[in-house]
């Protein structure tokens, strides 16, 4: 029988879809991903990073029929559907397709590594390099009726990323100069700008104590990626508003003076449309200051506009000025924290010193990146104290080259629009990181990721309603059964990092004194914990959404935190209307929610402030095997901690349950 | 340190008016020149105090109400390194008389501090601000942009009774008539090369070319 007739009676999933663009019968399909050691014990994923293998999977519990089907796997150079349409012939890149015949059980017997990691990812300047999956079942060479791939439209099936943390095609010149008082600056520019085109623009505004000359690794390279990177003399001392001034001071300077600046180098190549700002401790506040008072009117620049800035970054930022003035509102914004950090510590008695408020004010696109081990001074190149408390501190040289790793992609998607720089965000460190970077058991990241709301998804429950912890967001009963489940302001009550039966959200340092950020924190100490959502009526339909997503957080210093100090994980179940269930253990995508860093001090007790950290889990990894969960009439998420489902007792912070579109 | 060397940052204009103050910098002059009150204060010596004017006024950040000024002392003091270490958080804010002090550099390793002292100007020009009998000491912890009026009388009042008092002056160079405040950034950048070497990257900085 034609295969084309057998996958015409596949009852189609989510991911599969026929192409009107291509001829009939071609189905369009996840392929490529990675095993993972539990059920669903294989996910599709997007990108990886060079040196990595890259398996396929097919899943012969939702499609049977294809058992003994044989079939020339092609991983080939990424094309649209148009140019599928010219040209069908398929010319793997490694120079042969791997023959499979796919085998009777499930999709543990059908998994292929398709690259052992010699794929390339040079990109030159850009970021990933993009390559589609073709199933050829009928061995003819082409694409054609009856064969599968994994790779349409503007979309490859899989990327390759070179690493993130090396440097970039370009050679870099560095230039200092100044245009006067408080207008020092420090530019770094590809050397060959001439023949760039017009190149995006990060200002770099240091911190309290520290030089503008103390950024070369930002400057070189992002530089050496095709950005022009200016660090600038800044007023720190005075405090983050006269900071705010010399950001925006210092940017105008360089937009106003492209002819002159560095022979006129930039004159032409540079875009003053695509604009990032990235600030450090006192400057990191005033970059959000600076936007601050554009998005309120205070201030109108004269050679860029709002739109221009494409995103604020602030590394280990202060919060003098509160919610009013310090506050990214709609711009995207980056934020990065040192667990080690030994100046602006985080501890809750000092209001200023927490980092995370600046994040959580954010309104649209936000993400966060906490390093566990590393200090203030860290973050710069300077040769002075790097203000590191704790243990197992990360150096400067590593540290660097973090920052690196995660600069990058922030550029590439920010300036470029490159979307699978996305996956750099919020992929947990333990499964997806840059080579170049301390393979050390010390480093430990956290990342929080949310999207700008108007990408379309959909907030189960973000607990920002306060009409009790019974009642989602969205309007959905949520029910629970872990001791001392408590919703409310993630803010610290007291001055100290103690655990207290008396602050429930001890750990916690989200919020400020006046912030509205609101999650729940509970905990377990056995079996047969849970805690549960019902899907509203107006949503019973999952299939227009990819992930699950939510933050959490171990607390610290808490005793069920103590006892099982380690990433803790858990296992989030679906049903449907049908009474179907199904259900992921999230530590079989590697990590989990990683344990707070074991830092003293702030009180009695071991373990710093609360590192939140995003979990995604493709929601069709919940259809796979034998699953018959019905994806588009959904009545529930479940939460079931302690064994056998997860770690045996833990304390949690919660929020952001959301459906993803991407 | 950087890879690029920008000894050529003087500007001719800088080095004439450098030359002006260096008999007083000398490095190896490094004993206070006077000691008042040292454990008073944090402020030990003014160890160089040159009077300038501006053509072109400037902002002075160091305070909420953001005045201008047109003239000032540029000073190095000796102060106590514990009260200049740097932070994020607030640090004790340096004040002279009823003005709060721009400093250029920390001096956490040398204790000299390089600063500028803004001053109004009298009728025929000079400098109304006597340094002589102006105390100059470090206040409460704070950040110097919310410093304003009502703060400064209240740590004047609690300089008093603590007991500070000015500081003999050294010798004081000729009056610096200078076209604007970018003018002061290179004489700022050699006396921290000098006074304070630990922090040559903030000195090397105010050395930068200038853009033409």
């Known amino acids: 029988m034609k295969l084309a007739r057998l996958l015409a009676s596949v009852v189609p999933v989510a991911s599969a879809t026929a192409l009107p663009q291509l001829p009939p019968g071609i189905v369009s399909i996840d392929l490529a991903g990675r095993s993972v050691q539990e059920y669903p014990w294989f996910t599709y994923e997007r990108a990886w990073f060079e040196g990595s293998s890259v398996e396929i999977a097919f899943d012969t519990d939702q ?66 390099v993009g390559y589609d999956v073709v199933v050829d079942f009928d061995h003819d060479a082409l694409l054609s009726t009856g064969d599968w791939i994994d790779g349409v439209q503007d979309e490859p099936g899989l990327y390759i990323l070179a690493p993130t943390a090396l440097p970039g095609p370009y050679a870099v010149t560095e230039v200092i100069y100044s ?23 990060i200002v770099v505004s240091h911190g309290n104590g520290h030089d503008y000359t103390w950024y070369d690794h930002i400057g070189t390279h992002l530089a050496s990626y095709g950005v022009i990177v200016m660090s600038h003399q800044n007023n720190t001392m005075p405090g983050p508003e006269a900071a705010a001034t010399t ?55 004269v050679n860029f506009t709002k739109q221009s800035l494409r995103f604020v970054s602030s590394i280990a930022p202060t919060d003098f000025q509160g919610l009013t003035i310090s506050n990214p ?51 710069h190149g300077g040769a002075t104290s790097t203000f590191t408390a704790g243990p197992c501190q990360i150096s400067r040289t590593d540290t660097h080259a973090l920052m690196k790793a995660y600069l990058l992609p922030l550029a590439k998607h920010y300036f470029e629009g490159v979307d699978v720089a996305r996956e750099c965000f919020y992929r947990q460190w333990e499964e997806f990181r840059s080579p170049g970077t301390s393979q050390s058991v010390c480093v430990n990241i956290d990342l929080m990721y949310r999207e700008d709301p108007a990408v379309g998804d959909f907030i189960i429950d973000d607990f920002q309603v306060a009409n009790g912890p019974g009642i989602a967001s969205s309007g959905g009963a949520m029910v629970w059964n872990t001791p001392g489940l ?50 509203v009526p ?7 959404y990819q992930f699950i997503s939510f933050r959490a957080a171990q607390l610290p210093r808490a005793a069920a935190t103590l006892s099982e100090l380690k990433d803790l994980t858990f296992t989030v179940r679906l049903a449907d209307a049908w009474g179907t269930e199904s259900s992921i253990h999230i530590g079989t995508y590697g990590g989990g929610i990683e344990e707070p860093y074991m830092r003293t001090g702030c009180g009695g007790g071991q373990g710093w402030g ?16 034998a699953s018959q969960l019905d994806l588009s009439n959904l009545t529930r998420i479940d939460f079931l901690f302690g064994e056998p489902t997860g770690t045996p007792a833990g304390r949690l912070g919660f929020d952001d349950l959301t459906l993803c579109v991407r | 340190m950087k890879k690029i060397i920008v000894l050529c940052a003087v500007t001719g204009l800088a080095l004439a008016l450098y030359s002006t103050l260096s008999p007083t910098v000398a490095v190896e002059n490094r004993r206070p020149v006077v000691v008042a009150n040292p454990k008073v204060g944090g402020v030990h010596a003014i160890v160089v105090a040159t009077p300038f004017t501006l053509q072109k006024a400037w902002t002075h950040e160091w305070r909420a109400e953001k005045p201008t000024f ?88 609690k300089a008093e009774q603590l007991g500070v008092t000015p500081l003999r002056l050294p010798n004081i160079g000729a009056v610096l008539h200078l076209a604007s405040r970018d003018d002061l950034d290179p004489l700022c950048g050699e006396l921290v090369l000098q006074h304070s070497p630990q922090e040559q990257d903030t000195g090397m900085g105010l050395l930068a070319p200038r853009v033409k």
């Open chain 1, 538 to 544: 107006a949503v019973p339909d999952w299939t227009p």
């Open chain 1, 486 to 535: 408590v919703e409310g302001r993630f803010d610290d009550l007291d001055t100290v990092f103690t655990a207290s039966a008396t602050d429930p959200m001890n750990g916690i340092t989200l919020g400020g004194t006046n912030d509205t950020t609101r999650g729940i924190v509970f905990e377990w100490n056995g079996p047969g914990f849970f805690l549960s959502f019902d899907t």
């Open chain 1, 610 to 625: 609360a590192d939140f950290e995003t979990v995604r889990i493709p929601i069709r990894d919940f259809r796979r095997g």
């Open chain 1, 329 to 379: 509102h709609d711009v995207p914004f980056s934020l990065w924290t040192g667990g080690g950090d030994d100046d602006v510590n985080g501890c809750p008695s000092c209001e200023q010193c927490q980092t995370f408020h600046l994040h959580d004010r954010a309104t649209k696109t936000r993400q966060s990146i906490s390093l566990h081990g590393v200090g203030h001074g860290s973050f």
């Open chain 1, 63 to 128: 499609y049977p029929q294809l058992v003994g089907a044989t079939a020339d796997v092609y991983v080939v150079a990424h094309r649209t559907s148009a140019q599928w349409e010219l040209d069908g012939a398929l010319v793997d890149v490694s120079g042969t397709p791997r023959p499979i015949t796919v085998q009777a059980g499930d999709v543990t017997a059908n998994r292929l590594v398709i690259d052992t990691g010699l794929l390339s990812g040079a990109a030159g300047a850009s970021l990933g």
């Open chain 1, 247 to 301: 950001t925006l001071t210092n940017t105008e300077y360089l937009l106003s003076h492209l002819t002159t600046i560095a022979g006129g180098a930039l004159q032409g190549h540079l875009d003053t449309t695509r604009i990032g700002w990235i600030g450090h401790s006192r400057g990191a506040e005033g970059v959000v200051i600076a936007y601050d008072r554009i998005f309120d009117g205070t201030y109108t620049p």
């Open chain 1, 179 to 201: 245009g006067g008082a408080l207008l020092g600056q420090d530019l770094y520019y590809p050397t060959n700008i001439a023949a760039l085109g017009a190149l995006p623009l």
């Open chain 2, 70 to 157: 047109d003239a000032g002392w540029l000073v190095v003091l000796e102060v106590d390194t514990g009260l200049v270490q740097p932070t994020q958080m607030e640090e004790p804010v340096l004040y002279a008389g009823t003005e709060t002090v721009e400093r250029i550099n920390h001096g956490e390793q040398s204790g000299r501090v390089i600063a500028i002292v803004p001053s109004k100007r009298n009728r025929d020009g000079t400098l109304a601000l006597d340094l002589a009998s102006t105390p100059i000491w470090f206040g409460a912890r704070e950040l110097p942009e919310r410093i304003d009026a009502v703060r400064v009388a209240a740590e004047v009042a």
